[in-house]
């Protein structure tokens, strides 16, 4: 199980980092200057433009490496073992975030009209696959499994949701705020999956990991036990909502605290009362 452990926990913690770094800077954005607060797919750095997207993707072709090329060998036909297709199905969406951050660039690097639309667009779809391979996942996540998966299925379609309503509503904070936290959510249940799974004494009384074709999975051993684990998993749930969003609001009046308020002046078309309804026209003017 310690190599499916990794393969929640490593994940995980980049939408965490992810959506802790959108969080940041969304709500510094919007501190600032909350007229002139836009919500954007992605955020450079002072010294390194694109260190966010460059790392998603090293992290993505590492992880696309060890899955396919390190661990897994093909029949002596030339097929994929029929134990090996779980790890297609996860560098499948592994190489959709390499696409998602190399267009991101490409779009921003060029200087695209619609540069902002389309990495949104890019990441909603980077999302769905991944909804949808964990949806129709060729390794059966039932009960304890299933239960977690479920959770984080739902997690999912809010980063999903959100994402696809940022491209008709960039002017939304509130927006903005669920999108990033929607993605720290999704990093901090993959850890909680990796960590609680895969660590024996973790599991719930009468559940234990037993050894399957290519990977182990665990087993209650009476419906009484699963019932019971299946309900230890809705109240951690429950407990990690209240304690994400205990953090979230705790974190924006601190960041309220810290950061820096400027007001930008008016631009022409606020001047005279006129909405310039051409986001991706807009210059960034992250701050950061």
């Known amino acids: 199980m310690a190599k499916s452990m990794l393969g929640h926990i490593f994940p995980g913690l980049g939408f965490f980092l992810i959506g802790l770094w959108h969080l940041f800077n969304h709500i510094k954005l919007h501190l600032q200057n909350p007229k002139s607060f836009t919500i954007h797919p992605w955020f450079p750095t002072k010294k390194v433009r694109y260190l966010e997207l460059f790392l998603i993707i090293i992290g993505s072709c590492r992880y696309t490496y060890t899955e396919i090329f390190r661990h897994h060998h093909l029949d002596p036909d030339g097929t994929i073992p029929t134990p090996y297709l779980i790890s297609i199905e996860h560098t499948s969406i592994t190489i959709f975030y390499i696409v998602y951050a190399g267009f991101a660039i490409v779009l921003d690097f060029v200087g695209a009209r619609a540069k902002y639309s389309l990495t949104e667009l890019l990441a909603a779809v980077a999302l769905g696959q991944q909804l949808i391979m964990f949806r129709l996942h060729s390794t059966n996540h039932s009960g304890l499994e299933g239960q977690y998966h479920l ?3 739902i997690l999912t379609i809010i980063a999903l949701s959100s994402t696809l309503m940022a491209i008709g509503f960039r002017k939304s904070f509130i927006l903005g705020f669920c999108q990033s936290l929607s993605l720290l959510f999704v990093g901090v ?26 990977h182990q999975e665990v087993n209650c051993r009476d419906e009484e036990s699963l019932h019971r684990a299946k309900a230890l998993i809705n109240i951690e749930f429950s407990w990690y909502v209240i304690g994400i969003m205990i953090f979230s609001m705790s974190f924006y009046l601190f960041l309220g605290k810290v950061v820096k308020v400027k007001y930008l002046p008016l631009g022409k078309n606020e001047k005279k009362g006129e909405k310039n309804h051409d986001y991706d026209d807009e210059e960034d003017d992250l701050g950061l």
């Open 151 to 153: 959770f984080l299925q």
């Open 189 to 214: 249940w993959m850890i909680a999956i990796g960590v609680m799974l895969g660590t024996p004494g973790f599991l719930p009384k009468g559940c234990s990991l037993i050894s399957g074709k290519g």
